[in-house]
């Protein structure tokens, strides 16, 4: 059969636009991966596709000499018992490796460890400043180091500067990171407004905010029920038994001498809680 019709000079051009990584897409769904769905729920898998894609792999020209895309968990996103990263929201962020601040250290043979710790400090604000947050373990893997030097560094520039690197462990307040909670509650009993801590520790206001409500609220407990039984008041606020210790510790820290331990690690911690805590019962 021979098709008569004919086609105006713009139906012509019709089929070009169809020349697309959508249609390519569309293609692959249909063909390779047998999607029988409806054609606009089609589209709009292609059209999500091709937005992951622009986002994960943009231009070389929108990336500057010296910097990285890579994905990162989504810092609103903390995660729950036994979350795995395939359940994480990601977030494609940029992070600058090469820096003149790092050729300039170089140049005056600054310690390479100092530099490399201002480079974690930096590539860790940059990801925040992103909607991101860096786990140790891709912050390791960027820098070319261990997992564990990682969280050595991370002490190290916070004895030194007195600033924490915010890694999705602090952030999230997991894993045995460098503990901050200590350092924001002692601001604010010292009588620091959230907005000066917040300026103090490069920490979120809503982070902040969290903190303190959850200190004024064991230590409300305390008071009001005369108990320091840890177990009963993580269940009465639904935390974890670990969290409920270390701000019952806190709050019995300061009742004692009016000052706050500034412990570093959660092992010490674990040891240090754990005295007070016998201490007082």
Do not use: F
Request: aromatic share 6%; with cysteine; hydrophobic share 35%.
């Amino acid at each position: 059969m021979i098709n008569t019709c004919k086609k105006t000079d713009g139906q012509k051009y019709v089929g070009m636009g169809k020349l697309t990584y959508k249609t390519k897409l569309k293609q692959l769904l249909k063909e390779e991966l047998g999607y029988q769905g409806k054609p606009k729920i089609l589209d709009l898998l292609a059209e999500e596709i091709e937005t992951i894609t622009s986002e994960c792999y943009v231009p070389v020209e929108n990336v500057k000499l010296g910097q990285i895309k890579v994905l990162v968990p989504h810092v609103d996103d903390k995660p729950s018992w036994g979350q795995t990263m395939e359940n994480t929201v990601l977030v494609p962020v940029t992070l600058t490796l090469i820096a003149d601040e790092d050729r300039e250290g170089y140049k005056s043979s600054e310690k390479s460890a100092i530099i490399i710790q201002r480079k974690l400090a930096r590539i860790a604000k940059e990801a925040i400043d992103q909607k991101g947050v860096l786990t140790t373990l891709i912050a390791a893997e960027l820098l070319g180091i261990k997992q564990a030097t990682v969280t050595k560094y991370v002490e190290e520039y916070y004895k030194r500067e007195q600033k924490i690197i915010p890694l999705r462990g602090i952030i999230h307040d997991i894993g045995r990171t460098t503990t901050h909670k200590r350092w924001i509650l002692e601001l604010y009993l010292k009588g620091y407004t959230e907005n000066e801590i917040q300026r103090m520790t490069d920490h979120k206001i809503s982070s902040i905010d969290r903190y303190i409500k959850r200190y004024v609220a064991i230590s409300s407990i305390i008071e009001e029920l005369k108990t320091i039984d840890t177990l009963k008041i993580s269940k009465l606020l639904e935390i974890t038994h670990s969290s409920a210790k270390e701000y019952t510790a806190i709050y019995l820290e300061y009742k004692g001498t009016g000052n706050i331990l500034r412990l570093d690690y959660y092992s010490k911690i674990n040891k240090e809680t754990d005295n007070i805590l016998k201490k007082n019962e």
